[in-house]
């Protein structure tokens, strides 16, 4: 028989035209189903829906006055166990229920709950199905699979259900179709399963908020494997996929991997223009600035100028979550850079990893000069020129040589080049430079101080016209999702 005279044969038996077995004519339309045409029904929806192949431990339906859709989801899902929660007023259902689904090669009697609930009470629910869950375990270990099968019961059942399924992280069933209201159900035959994830994976505010707090922590790895998972679970990736690259992004700018960067700025572009709907007007400019100024890092080589303003920046980032020593490092390397590079742009061919001390006047005058200073300063007494030049010799020399960034910067006085050197000295008696000490946050903010003001001094006679306390503040991270 075809499928269009099993319908005619089954409204004419829920009529009363027709008989096919004992009981009323909705029990015996509801018999006839079960006989005739679940079968050839089951067949074709697990035909086109492979999801429903995979093993299921544990199904969770919620029944009415009609066994049917608890009956249908089982033979499409095909559970080892089925748990049926139904309104007290809808008892008679269970009936049916059990009859088909135990015995037969189905289920073992001690595989098949049903538990009564009253429609109104959403705890109930709840508590039915923690309990279950919390009373099985599988037989080799592994996390339970459950699904919560919503479609019959009461609305407020449905509702209940679809919030265990949230707190319980298990998976979803609703079967959709045409509704007839002759058979007050789906349409036999045109039943259509929607397996959704959990509530919580499928829109992911709850994992999105939870990966946003490890990125904020700056734990960037972490954030970008959470991100990672969300955009394969969630239905509306594109806010996932912008964190997720941002955060392999600011991983990359963290460690100082330059070789990694064009990379991670052209897939930060390509998320952030997929996402641009989703962003505030502030988040986009703040990624837009961010990405201007790193394409200066991936130059060969570096802008020595972006160096010092990224260490400034990258040493704000380490202090604000609380890393006070690599703060301190960042906040001594930008003082050292600073110094440094100064000296190499006023004495073009002058480099302090291998200074030639001709190029900055005559070397008598400047070894002269340069052993007074050590002397007004306490200074080690040396009777040589430095062979490469740390952070104090640098400010040494500067002072010695009358020049206009020692002037500027307030370091032409013996107490100020002292002053730097107890600076120094925190960094130097650090657990990551060459003490046994740990950094407090009183220090590294003396550091940063220090090293705000250099970096302003040396952007007034090196950089552009930009503000570069401004600048610093716009490359700031980000500290949200949108």
């Known amino acids: 028989m075809g499928a269009i005279q099993h319908d005619v044969k089954l409204r004419r038996i829920l009529r009363g035209e027709d008989r096919w077995d004992v009981g009323s004519p909705s029990d015996q339309a509801t018999s006839y189903?079960?006989?005739?045409?679940?079968?050839?029904?089951?067949?074709?929806?697990?035909?086109?829906?492979?999801?429903?192949?995979?093993?299921v431990d544990l199904l969770i339906s919620m029944s009415g006055f009609s066994p049917l859709t608890?009956?249908?989801?089982?033979?499409?899902?095909?559970?080892?166990?089925?748990l049926v929660i139904y309104s007290v007023q809808a008892d008679a259902s269970i009936d049916f229920i059990g009859k088909h689904v135990v015995g037969g090669g189905r289920l073992r009697y001690q595989d098949f709950m049903h538990?009564?609930?009253?429609?109104?009470?959403?705890?109930?629910?709840?508590?039915?199905?923690?309990?279950?869950?919390?009373?099985?375990?599988?037989?080799?270990?592994?996390?339970?699979?459950?699904?919560i099968d919503i479609t019959g019961g009461k609305k407020v059942m449905s509702a209940a259900a679809a919030l265990a399924a949230w707190q319980l992280n298990l998976d979803?069933?609703?079967?959709?179709?045409?509704?007839?209201?002759?058979?007050?159900?789906?349409?036999?035959?045109?039943?259509?399963?929607?397996?959704?994830?959990?509530p919580t994976a499928l829109?992911?505010?709850?994992?999105?908020?939870?990966?946003?707090?490890?990125?904020?922590?700056g734990a960037f790895d972490s954030a970008h494997a959470q991100y990672h998972d969300l955009c394969e679970q969630i239905a509306e990736p594109t806010r996932a996929r912008f964190m997720r690259s941002v955060s392999a992004l600011y991983r990359a700018w963290c460690d100082l991997d330059l070789s990694r960067l064009q990379e991670c700025i052209k897939a930060v572009d390509v998320a952030q223009q997929a996402a641009e709907r989703e962003l505030t007007h502030q988040t986009?400019?703040?990624?837009?600035?961010?990405?201007?100024?790193?394409?200066?890092?991936?130059?060969?080589?570096?802008?020595?100028?972006?160096?010092?303003?990224?260490?400034?920046?990258?040493?704000?980032?380490?202090?604000k979550i609380g890393r006070q020593d690599f703060a301190a490092l960042l906040f001594y390397r930008t003082i050292e850079g600073c110094l440094a590079r100064h000296l190499e742009l006023t004495s073009p061919g002058f480099a302090c990893k291998n200074p030639d001390?001709?190029?900055?006047?005559?070397?008598?005058?400047?070894?002269?000069?340069?052993?007074?200073?050590?002397?007004?300063?306490?200074?080690?007494?040396?009777?040589?020129l430095p062979s490469s030049i740390s952070l104090i010799q640098s400010a040494t020399l500067?002072?010695?040589?009358?020049?206009?960034?020692?002037?500027?910067?307030?370091?032409?006085?013996?107490?100020?080049?002292?002053?730097?050197?107890?600076?120094?000295?925190?960094?130097?008696?650090?657990?990551?430079a060459h003490g046994y000490r740990t950094i407090t946050p009183e220090q590294s903010e003396r550091l940063r101080g220090r090293a705000e003001h250099l970096l302003s001094i040396f952007w007034q006679l090196h950089g552009t016209d930009t503000d570069v306390r401004a600048l610093c503040g716009r490359l700031q991270f980000i500290s949200n999702d949108r």
């Open 284 to 319: 986009s400019k703040t990624i837009a600035d961010q990405l201007d100024f790193l394409r200066e890092l991936t130059t060969e080589p570096p802008n020595p100028a972006a160096l010092l303003v990224c260490f400034f920046v990258l040493g704000k980032h380490y202090r």
């Open 357 to 384: 001390y001709s190029l900055l006047g005559s070397l008598d005058t400047v070894a002269s000069s340069y052993q007074r200073a050590l002397q007004a300063t306490g200074g080690r007494p040396s009777s040589e």
């Open 33 to 55: 189903f079960l006989r005739e045409m679940l079968d050839e029904v089951v067949t074709r929806i697990r035909r086109e829906n492979p999801a429903l192949t995979r093993p």
């Open 172 to 198: 979803l069933c609703y079967i959709d179709g045409e509704y007839d209201p002759e058979f007050r159900r789906v349409v036999p035959g045109d039943e259509r399963p929607l397996l959704l994830a959990n």
């Open 115 to 147: 538990r009564p609930v009253q429609p109104t009470d959403p705890q109930g629910v709840y508590r039915e199905v923690k309990d279950v869950l919390a009373r099985y375990d599988t037989p080799d270990g592994r996390k339970l699979s459950a699904i």
């Open 70 to 82: 608890t009956i249908l989801a089982y033979e499409l899902i095909r559970p080892t166990r089925l």
């Open 398 to 432: 500067l002072y010695s040589l009358g020049d206009r960034f020692a002037a500027k910067a307030k370091l032409n006085t013996p107490s100020a080049i002292a002053n730097l050197r107890d600076l120094a000295d925190i960094r130097n008696n650090s657990v990551l």
């Open 203 to 217: 829109f992911g505010e709850q994992e999105m908020a939870a990966a946003l707090e490890t990125f904020r922590s």
